[in-house]
């Protein structure tokens, strides 16, 4: 032998030992469902996952059990979080928001031998009980509650259940390919697919947007994950804050602008990541109360894109940087962050802006390209767009339950998105291959239009969507939601676009709406308006 390294696991209970023995008082702080406010440290998330693990073993659950989690960003829930995986069971997040029938189908595709669920979620489990096949402990994350174990009769209480646990307990020495999490897609067609994440592909990925080039995340930093832990696993932040050692604010159910503005202004959060229409709420009550979010330096905006007016009234307004990013729940999730390289850093302020208006490019780890119909990769010259697919240590390969893997002949997996990527790396989506509008054989960026139209203060929300035309197939049409208290009219949101998009690319109509469905993750559900509104141009013809 010519000599040897050290070969370890790279294992997520590693993760929560790192925490608790290097970081021991840094603070984690949790918005309780009740609203009061818990304080508790990485020392105590570490030796409560050790003896949930030991507790959940106890309840006969074995490695390769699924867990599952219906809840908030929480303490409990990431105690929960730690000892799943830690133990070698899975931990499966299961997202509130989706309709009871898909929350059902989930379950039992999953086969969820245990579900944990916050107070907000008993009318739900209350109600789907009886469908839910596989599910033999319903564990509430609180302590005892009269009106609780009345409705839900062998239901175990959170607070008791870790008191059984053994504090002697040590984590099991597992294979790094064990899966330690499952996510399902938010499924905006056809039934949702789980994602399956192992050990070693949490733990990359963990490194991998930990990076300066990535989230840029150390000790230094009190984050606030306000993207749900079931929404693509908080885009890794709880794993990613326990291997830097950063104080975690968790927001509970306080998710609308107030408390989250509440929240950043008395944690002094310096760092906060959501999905846009958090942002949109947070910057109306911002506005409103007059805070300068004083601490905060930077924010992670992705699951949709974002459009250019807010990332230019944070860096305008609050000396806020964003850093847009890209992912998927099959790619862990991040795929791409927008950080600058050294050669950008005295660029003219236009180009500056312009630069980190895209999702940014990928961290090691993660490799990109675009390819046209056939599947022959295209050039990465900024301009060329093509259908995206990439591969790396924490893409999907097969998804949860399937036989066949699900990659290209040639191993790339195909995101759905359209984009172009620059000599650098530097991607920047223009849809969804689905909703991309298709005027008389051209592509027109829903994404494009969408940043336009919100762009005019009178405009909450838009969606850009290809409407049925007699003679080009489809045009584009906005629907828009207006801001509170604005009259913006057709005429005023069309002038927006004549000097930022080419004269064909100008929608034809506007159409105003109350509301504009979201899907379960917060992205707007265009389907739904195609039913709705796809008919619109036709009907104004006649
Ligand atoms: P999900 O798996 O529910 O997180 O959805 C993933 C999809 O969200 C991607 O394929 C994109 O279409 C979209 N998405 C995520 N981040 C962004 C972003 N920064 N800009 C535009 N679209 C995004």
Redesign the pocket.
Known sequence: MLGAMMKQNLLISDLIEHAGKYHADTAIISRETAGDLNTTNWADVAASARKLSSALENLGLEQGDRVATLAWNNHRHLKIWFAVSGGGMVCHTLNPRLFPEQFIFICNDAADKAIFFDKTFMPLITGAREHLRTIKHFIYMGGHDAEVAAALPGVVFFDDLILGGSDDYTWPDLDEDTPCSLCY??GTTGNPKGALYTNRSTMLHTFAISLPDCLNLSSQETILPVVPMF??NAWGIPYAAAMTGAKLVMPGPGLDGDSLVGLIDEQQVTLALGVPTIWMMLLASAEKSGSKLETLRRNV??????APSMIAAFREKYGCETI???????TS?VGTANQIKGKHLHLEDDAMVNLRLG?GRPPFGIDLRIVDETGKPLPHDGKTEGALQCRGHWVVDTYFGNESSSLTKDGWFD???VSTIDADGYMV?RD?TKDIIKSGGEWISS?DLEGIAVSHPGVAMAAAIGAKHPKWDERPIIIAVKADGAEPTEDEIIAMFADKVAKWQIPDAVVFTDAIPL?G?G?MLKNKLREKFGDTLVKRMT
């Not at 905006?301 to 974002?306: R, T």
Request: charged share 15%; aromatic share 4%.
């Open positions: 897609t938010s929404h693509a905006i992705g699951g949709s894109a974002a847009h990013a890209w992912g998927m729940t099959e999730p999702q995101t759905g998105d989506i969804r994404v899907n993750t992205k």
